[in-house]
C-alpha cells in the first residue's frame, strides 16, 4: 500500500506539471467587452504555461478570478481558476495546507458548474479535484474519494462521450489501485487507449476551452507499457 501511495503521488505530480507542455494548444485561440475577454483569457492561458512557481501559479489564479469577477456570466474563468489551484497543491507539504488549497478549488469549481451545469469539462475537472484529495492521504480516502472519481469521471463520459480528460484520469486511478480491486496497468491501459484515441479526435470548440492531457497521457501510456 505505500509503494500505490507514493506511485500516486509520483502521478499527480506529473499530472500538475502537464499543463506546462499541453498549454501550448492554448497560445492563440470569447471582461464586458468580448474582445477585451478573449484577450485577458489568453494572455493569462499564456502565463499559466509558464508558471514555474508557486508565486507563478497564484498570480495566474488571482488573474482569472478578477476575469471571473467582472464576466459574472462566464464560466472558463472559474474553470481555470480552480485548475490552476488543483496544480498548486505539489508545493505544499502539509495536508491541511493542501487541503486550503483544494477547498479554494472547489469553491471555484461549484461556481463554474452553476454556471455550466452538466458539462462534461467541468465534471471532468471535479474529477481531478476528487483525485487530488485522495493523493493528499491515500490509505484514509481511498474508500471515499475514489468512488467519486469514478463517479465524476463516469457522469462526464455520459455527457460527453468524446471528451478524453475523464478516461485518462479514471485511468490514473485505475494504474494505482490494487490488483485486487479492480486495478492495475492491464484495467488502466484500456482507458489509456481510450484517451488517446479520443485526443487524436478531439477538437475545442474555441481556442479558449478546456485541452488539456493529451501529452501526459501518451507518457503514461509508456509508463504502464501498453501496447
Request: contains cysteine.
Amino acid at each position: 500500500m505505500k509503494k500505490i501511495t507514493l506511485l500516486l503521488v509520483c502521478v499527480l505530480t506529473t499530472l500538475s506539471l502537464f499543463a506546462n507542455g499541453d498549454a501550448d494548444k492554448y497560445k492563440k485561440a470569447p471582461f464586458i467587452n468580448s474582445d477585451k475577454y478573449k484577450k485577458a483569457m489568453l494572455t493569462n492561458l499564456g502565463k499559466m504555461k509558464n508558471a514555474k512557481t508557486k508565486a507563478d501559479m497564484q498570480t495566474v489564479a488571482n488573474q482569472f478570478e478578477r476575469i471571473a469577477s467582472a464576466e459574472k456570466g462566464k464560466w472558463l474563468p472559474s474553470y481555470y481558476a480552480a485548475y490552476t489551484y488543483i496544480r498548486m497543491v505539489r508545493f505544499e507539504k502539509d495536508a491541511a495546507k493542501k487541503d486550503q488549497v483544494l477547498d479554494k478549488a472547489d469553491g471555484l469549481l461549484k461556481a463554474a458548474a452553476k454556471l455550466a451545469p452538466n458539462n462534461s469539462e467541468v465534471v471532468a475537472l471535479e474529477a481531478y479535484l476528487a483525485l487530488t484529495r485522495l493523493s493528499v492521504d491515500p490509505m484514509a480516502r481511498g474508500r471515499e474519494y475514489s468512488g467519486m472519481v469514478f463517479a465524476k469521471a463516469g457522469k462526464a463520459k455520459a455527457l460527453n462521450p468524446k471528451n478524453p480528460r475523464p478516461y485518462f484520469l479514471e485511468a490514473i486511478l485505475k494504474m494505482n489501485m490494487p490488483p485486487a480491486f479492480g486495478g492495475g496497468k492491464d484495467q488502466a491501459c484500456p482507458l489509456f487507449k481510450s484517451a488517446a484515441q479520443n485526443f487524436e479526435s478531439f477538437q475545442p470548440k474555441t481556442e479558449l476551452m478546456p485541452n488539456w492531457g493529451k501529452e501526459t497521457n501518451a507518457k503514461m501510456m509508456k509508463r504502464a507499457e501498453c501496447q
